[in-house]
């Protein structure tokens, strides 16, 4: 871990949208349309340092990376504790892009100005749980998130809210509550062995050595927390009523980010701080990961309510992710980090459509749109593109994280990854069945006006797209900046449980003249000069 | 030249791209001229590189050209490369020169259509797809293809999607093939599990060189011809096909008759080390399964009157032959028939689509008759199709077939059974030339039953059958050369003509299985089956032309054996139901237990009802606070006990 000592850019990139929904809310609620440039200008600011964040991260560097840590309350050894690594890098790119797409993409309708404001608050709070590395400051901005989420939903939502809002905030604080009991006991457990009282993690994972039983009992504190949050089988009957009920925002935030504080915290955190546990509870987890894709992906399918059916295929994709970081091999586990971007990508984009659709057409109901493909021909190509991409068809991005995570989890778990890869047929069922329903077939009197893509919405779609195709078709950038982090933390687990990750090894092949372009034989060189 | 093979499925990932962007502006029929153009461009390529590989030495004829490094994580690290050798050239020759000329014959077929520059969109789509299948170096580059053409194929199917029919065809065919794709994704993580890599010289050398154990290669092999299952139309999973016949009448030919239904053969042949390596029944599976479908699709074929729809099913029937053959270890006669069945099924196809557009979208064949009159040209190349097919020497199909027939027959390892095989496959052959002397009856023969009609036209004012624009003839007329003269690439005579063999032997040479036939044996074989398949022939002309005998078309032949009905109902009905009521639970159980939970606590909680005040924001508020005070709670603890 390098300590940064130029400009506090992860600070910074905290403190933007939280500084921005104070300006917001100081605006007359008679200006929404100063509120709305104030909100974008703000997400604009965040994007651009996220982008600038992003080209100046060293790729092939495992530590953390512009860390930012000062003492808060020193007593209990809790401090303001920022940094990002190959697994964090992302998910923070895409929380800084997000809301930007989020703002221009769909409209509030009434109140914009705590609209905004809650919005701006909650990228505060993401960003905050992405970057922190300390568990105490982490808990701070999980729970931050709980309530502007809380407020959108139950305030700028469809017909249900006031319930989806409600479920959604104490299912989430149940799992919450639990958390803080563990990562207090973990801290003051780790104090034993450290000496000292630090809710820091990285001194944590390495200082402390927890007795077999009580690990497993802190890891389960802390993974009932996150499989809520993912939501895992079968913790994840909030996530369809939050998601219908949510604004379309709300939605593309939720899937796009919200999900993966679970994810990244099983990742970040239940592995790294209790690698016996992990092991140990494997065989559970992977289970349910496995359950959820298959399960998922069948509720999906017989849904009526285009958005319940995307809310349902998250719980299928997001059972991808937690198999890959339950694999323990660096392929799975790549592949899934990179999958928590790819779900939020894609997802994010089919959650902007449906509200597109629902905007125009004023339902989700699956039979009552029909035909929209004739009336609406490049609505229909982008959302092809999308569904494509949630089905994975090699070449866009999905593909590429499904198959890295199946790849590794074969070589670990291996009926697991049989069973698990049988879900992309279930994705292809489930997508292309609704996409029948609702995009072929001549278009009723109701479809025929439903109006074609306009620019504005092209062009808020344009750089999922482009991700979309980019993450597909050249995933090496994203793999060489995510894989050191994950080798150095399955080098972590192997080292504390004497687990080995199996690496097959290749057969040597004699091949005549392997001519190699100028490009690769740079990146082989550049790959011994490590 | 080798190293610029990326060219061959750029050029077409050009027009695609073209087409995307000024398609509507260059409209009817620039942009489809354009697509043509692309894929005539590859073929150029390809055929460069052709003459460069056989300017070289035996040994030397490999090359990998890699562009990039596409997926590389841990001990995987998958390249963007592709594989020039005498097996993917053969392939990219005839996909890009028979997808040129159907490229061409689809700017007549598609004339005046709205969508039209759409449509060749897609085509050139298909063929970049199809050729990464072909040329990729590893298994994931083949898989990018592989998925790219079911892609393309669901978006071409359906791309009358007003239409509900091709709709849902569309989307059987994708899911169908998926459950192959899952065969094919098992292969992989097995494949990388065993060598560390996903090329195929990694695969094949691990082999050969035996350090591949046995029960990995069967469950390998088993897997892939899962996959090949899928995109070859192959029992139990070929009931796409035939659905498929709702897309526009080129993409019959090119997708579902010469290039895409082919790629489970190639498939086969490319890591034929491995089937080799594998127990005996794996092998012995693939030919049974090939042979069944050939059988089966034929029985089907015979009872059809949809013009196309014996088509597919005759397509189902040959790529069965082709499985045979890669049972048998016949891997040189399976790319042989591969190759002379797309030069005659290309041209059936085309020639049908003429026909159907001659006749204004008709497809029954009940519904035709004598137009041979009206369509010379498409009638004379059908019939030379017809010819082919039904294994007439010395057109090109009697030739494949008949290799195919023989490597059974002479099977070494397995006689018995093998032999029930060639007896199938003969049995198959005959049932060939029987339903397609029907058809060519019935559509260019006999009495013209369409004037008995002409009413149901009264909408186009007089209904006359014509022949199609020049555009759509010649590519009828070049195929049915190649249908004439097809079986030249590997004549049995000498070890010279075997031409096909000796340029394929090198990748080869380790899975193919050497019958025992003596020239006696091979002599009588070839004439038997042609003067059988004459005589299948005349009896199809003595019930069709001359009405001599009561045409025997049972109605569950003309259903399909009703396997396609009770799929569908089973996935309708019984599955369906599964799905539902696993959301059932789902909504009463799962949730069920999670609001049943929150009901208790607000029961119990019923003395504090009245804070209650149903604002949201109270609400939050209160959980906001409990937050606070729990937090404060378990800090003030922490200090208390330890500070």
Redesign the interface.
Known sequence: MSESTSFPILTALVLTPAIGAVVVSAVSKRRPDLVKLLALSFSGISAAMSIWLLCTFRSGEAGMQFVSKHAWIK??GISWNLGVDGISIFLVVLTGLLWPIALLGADAHHDEKPYAAWLLVLQAGVLGSFMSQDLFLFFVFF?IVL?PM??LI??WGYEGR?YA???F???T?VG??LM??GL?TTA?LA?RDIGYMTFDIHEIATGSQFAASTGRWLFLAFAVAFAVKVPLF?F???LPDAHTQAPTAGSVILAGVMLKLGTYGLLRFNVFLFPEASRYFRPLLLTLAVIGII?GA??A???KDLKRLVAYSSVAHLGFIVLGTFAF???AA??SVMQMINHGVSTGALFLMVGMISERRHTREIAQLR?L??VAPIFAVVF?VVM?SSIG???LNG??GE??I???T??TARWW??VA??G??LA??YL??A??RV????PDEANQSFRELSLREGLVLLPMIAAIFFCGV???AM??RI?PSV?ALLAHVEEQTGYE?P?????P?????????T??AA?TEHKEGE | M??VIWLIPLLPLCGFVINVVLGRRLGDPKSGLLAAAMCGAAFIVTLVTYFDLVSRPE??R???????????????SV?AAFLADPLSITMALFITGIGTLIHLYAVGYMHGDPKFSKFFVYLNLFAFSMLMLVLGENM?VT??GW??VG?CS??LI?FW??R?SA??A??KA??TN??G??GF??A???A??????L?Y??LN??AM?G?LVRSTATAITMMLFLGACGKSAQLPLYIWLPDAMEGPTPVSALIHAATMVTAGVYLMVRVNPVIATAFTWAPAVIAIVGAATALFAATVAVAQTDIKKVLAYSTVSQLGFMFLAVGSGAYVAAIFHMVTHAFFKALLFLGSGSVIHGMHHEQDMRRMGALRKLMPITAGTFIIGWLAIAGVPPFAGFWSKDEILLAAWAHPTNPALFKVLWGVGLFTALLTAFYMTRQVIMVFFGKARWEDHSGDHGAHGDFKPHESPAIMLLPLVALSGLSIVGGVLNLPFTDSTKRLLHWLEPLVHFGEIEGHASAGEKWGLAVGTAALCLASMGVAIFVYQRNRAQAVEPQILADGWRYDRFVSWFMGHPG?QA??A??WV?RNI??GA?NGV?TGVRRSGAVLRRTQSGF??N??LL??G??VL??AW??LR??GV??
């Open positions: 007593p209990w729970e309530v809380y407020f139950g305030r006031v809002a409600t479920k905030f104490l299912y604080m919450s509550a803080l009991v207090v003051l104090r079968p994840h009957t909030w399960y069948i509720v399918t017989v849904q091999t660096s392929s790549s592949g035909g493909q004739k092809t494509l068809v090699p070449g593909f590429v198959f890295l199946l790849t590794g074969f070589l990854a049989v890869a049988a992309v047929i292809a069922l292309l069945w996409y029948q995009f072929h077939g001549e050249y995933p090496k793999l060489d894989e080798k990750e690496v097959p090894v290749a057969v092949v004699s091949e005549p003249e392997h001519a190699k372009d490009e690769h990146e | 080798l190293n040994e030397a490999q090359h990998v050209a890699t562009i990039f490094s596409w997926i590389p994580v841990g001990g995987l390249d994931l898989f990018l998925e790219g892609t669901y978006l359906s999607h007003t509900e709709a849902t569309g989307k994708f899911v998926r459950v794709d899952w994704m098992i992989m993580f097995l990388f599990q065993a060598v560390g890599s090329s010289s990694a050398s691990a060189g350090t369906r799905f539902e696993t959301a789902d799962v949730d999670v929150a949201v924001r609400y939050a959980i906001g409990g937050v729990m937090l378990f800090l922490a200090v330890f500070g």
